[in-house]
């Protein structure tokens, strides 16, 4: 089962324009990662921010993490038509010890960068 | 250095067969993870593998294992197979043992079922 859930499910916007988007989760975690997937393809990393941390920057992404209200959000500035894929927050879920690999992701946000 | 390959890309089984996939890690990672990948439900934790031992798994039934070897190198099997579980398998490797070392992913093996 899917333990977050992403906000919105569709972000459609021009080139040069932000993009942001939000993601919630329900347990208690070690680490929120974000990743990027194009069509049909693997995932790639993009940031890990830790449970510990309430902002993380890598380039034109910015990551913000708010274990109080157990949600994150993801902007990526100045959008290019490159940015077009399925970006995918995962938790690593913290139940005592270490989750070995085991990731939970939300359903994604499907965003298109217009030219 | 060459990133997280698996094989076959695509595979097409009949309803009751078993299947075969293969993960090669990153050179150095050790850690070997799979999830399978569906429209309906997501991406979807099977398990992982470390030095050859299964440390963790996700809410499958029996008829999903998987192993490694000493090189690392992975395999998982669907015996049985159906329709329900075309998919996008894919793998990923990581360098550390804890939580906080990002997953590398593979583009996975898509298995049509028929």
């Known amino acids: 089962s899917q333990q977050g859930e992403e906000d919105p499910q569709a972000l459609s916007i021009q080139e040069g324009e932000n993009a942001t988007m939000n993601c919630s989760y329900k347990t208690s975690i070690n680490n929120l990662q974000w990743y990027r997937q194009n069509s049909g393809r693997g995932l790639v990393h993009l940031i890990l921010?830790?449970?510990?941390?309430r902002e993380k920057h890598s380039g034109r992404l910015r990551v913000t993490l708010d274990t109080s209200k157990k949600s994150s959000s993801l902007l990526i500035t100045a959008s290019r038509a490159a940015d077009t894929a399925s970006y995918f927050c995962?938790?690593?879920?913290?139940?005592?010890?270490?989750?070995?690999?085991?990731?939970?992701f939300g359903q994604g946000t499907i965003l298109t960068v217009h030219p | 250095k060459a990133g997280v390959t698996q094989t076959p890309r695509y595979l097409i089984k009949t309803r009751g067969q078993q299947v075969t996939l293969s993960c090669s890690p990153i050179?150095?990672?050790?850690?070997v993870s799979w999830y399978q990948q569906t429209p309906g439900q997501g991406l979807q934790f099977l398990f992982e593998?470390?030095?050859?031992?299964?440390?963790n798994k996700g809410n499958f039934p029996g008829r999903f294992s998987g192993r490694q070897f000493s090189n690392s190198r992975s395999e998982m099997n669907v015996s049985t197979l159906e329709l329900g579980d075309s998919a996008l398998y894919l793998c990923a490797s990581s360098l550390e043992q804890g939580d906080n070392s990002p997953l590398h992913f593979g583009n996975g093996t898509r298995l049509t079922v028929t």
């Open positions: 921010i830790r449970s510990n941390e």
């Open positions: 593998y470390f030095s050859e031992t299964q440390r």
């Open positions: 995962a938790t690593a879920a913290n139940a005592g010890g270490t989750s070995y690999g085991k990731l939970t």
């Open positions: 050179s150095g990672h050790r850690s």
